[in-house]
């Protein structure tokens, strides 16, 4: 049978809790009222009744002063008017007479200041705008004179390399020629070879004879044209294969002997002949 818990019966009793019965430290302490919402308010009246203040003195200040100022201009209005009857009085006809008089004067040196003013004025822009012109005109020409003097001195760099260039160049073809004399000599003797001019500028004209066994005077000729750095053969007799004759010219333009050229142009035409 199940046996029914009760709390009564339980041997085990827990404390009450201290926090319950004890008196918070809080609670200990004086109550103090400060009357902070009365001083607010106290001082919320006190700043309408100043601003109340403020805006009527404001206000009366504006009036004294617009009052002043009225009594002000009244009074100069017075004073205007006694001063006028015054002098209207005072004054004769001569004395009016004069007074015009001194004032058509001081018109007519008015007029005519203003007229030097205006005069002195287009001077002095026309002045201002010469002197811009010619300051324009001055930078114009300096910046134009430090151009050419760079030009110059540019074309003088310019001339002097090519002069140096030339005078190498002189140097190597007399020494060049010096050396070719004998050697195109010699190949002239050995190749039965002469050179002519072909009619145009930096063209020569080669004509090889002996290549024809049946017939020694039989002369055969191709023209080099010299124009540029690499040679080129222009007109021939008799025909050459092309391939053959651009073998010859691609050899030349590498390794710049004109003899072997030479020597093989030779053999070309002896081999067209047989």
Same mark, same amino acid.
């Given at each position: 049978?199940?046996?029914? +818990? =009760?709390?009564?019966?339980?041997?085990?009793?827990?404390?009450?809790?201290?926090?319950?019965?004890?008196?918070?430290? $809080?609670?200990?302490?004086?109550?103090? @009222?400060?009357?902070?919402?009365?001083?607010? =308010?106290?001082? !919320?009246?006190?700043? #309408?009744? +100043?601003?109340?203040?403020? $805006?009527?003195?404001?206000?009366?200040?504006?009036?004294?002063?617009?009052?002043?100022?009225?009594?002000? $201009?009244?009074?100069?209005?017075?004073?205007? @008017?006694?001063?006028?009857?015054?002098?209207?009085?005072?004054?004769?006809?001569?004395?009016?007479?004069?007074?015009? #008089?001194?004032?058509?004067?001081?018109?007519?040196?008015?007029?005519? #200041?203003?007229?030097?003013?205006?005069?002195?004025?287009?001077?002095?822009? =026309?002045?201002?705008?010469?002197?811009?012109?010619?300051?324009?005109?001055?930078?114009?020409?300096?910046?134009?004179?430090?151009?050419?003097?760079?030009?110059?001195?540019?074309?003088?760099?310019?001339?002097?390399?090519? /002069?140096?260039?030339?005078?190498?160049? !002189?140097?190597?073809?007399? $020494?060049?020629?010096?050396?070719?004399?004998?050697?195109?000599?010699?190949?002239?003797?050995?190749?039965?070879?002469?050179?002519?001019?072909?009619?145009?500028?930096?063209? /020569?004209?080669?004509?090889?004879?002996?290549?024809?066994?049946?017939?020694?005077?039989?002369?055969?000729?191709?023209?080099?044209?010299?124009?540029?750095?690499?040679?080129?053969?222009?007109?021939?007799?008799?025909?050459?294969?092309?391939?053959?004759?651009?073998?010859?010219?691609?050899?030349?333009?590498?390794?710049? @002997? /004109?003899?072997?050229? /030479?020597?093989?142009?030779?053999?070309?035409?002896?081999?067209?002949?047989?």
């Amino acid at each position: 049978m199940a046996t029914i +818990f =009760e709390p009564s019966l339980s041997t085990t009793t827990r404390a009450p809790l201290s926090s319950a019965s004890a008196i918070s430290m $809080a609670d200990s302490l004086p109550s103090i @009222n400060f009357g902070f919402e009365e001083l607010r =308010e106290r001082m !919320a009246r006190f700043t #309408h009744r +100043f601003d109340d203040f403020i $805006a009527e003195g404001r206000k009366r200040v504006l009036e004294e002063r617009n009052q002043f100022r009225m009594n002000v $201009a009244e009074l100069h209005g017075k004073r205007h @008017n006694v001063l006028c009857n015054v002098v209207s009085t005072q004054l004769t006809h001569e004395d009016q007479r004069m007074k015009k #008089h001194s004032i058509e004067i001081l018109s007519h040196k008015s007029n005519v #200041h203003v007229q030097n003013l205006a005069k002195e004025a287009a001077e002095t822009s =026309e002045m201002h705008a010469a002197i811009a012109s010619i300051t324009s005109q001055r930078d114009a020409r300096f910046a134009q004179r430090d151009r050419l003097r760079s030009e110059i001195a540019s074309v003088q760099k310019t001339i002097s390399q090519r /002069l140096d260039a030339q005078r190498q160049h !002189a140097a190597y073809l007399d $020494a060049q020629a010096r050396h070719n004399v004998p050697e195109l000599e010699f190949w002239q003797d050995y190749l039965c070879l002469r050179i002519e001019g072909a009619g145009m500028v930096d063209r /020569l004209k080669f004509v090889f004879t002996h290549i024809d066994e049946r017939d020694w005077d039989r002369e055969a000729w191709f023209e080099l044209c010299t124009e540029s750095r690499d040679y080129e053969v222009m007109e021939m007799r008799p025909k050459v294969e092309k391939e053959k004759i651009g073998a010859c010219v691609e050899r030349l333009n590498e390794n710049r @002997n /004109l003899g072997m050229f /030479l020597k093989g142009m030779r053999e070309l035409f002896v081999e067209v002949t047989k």
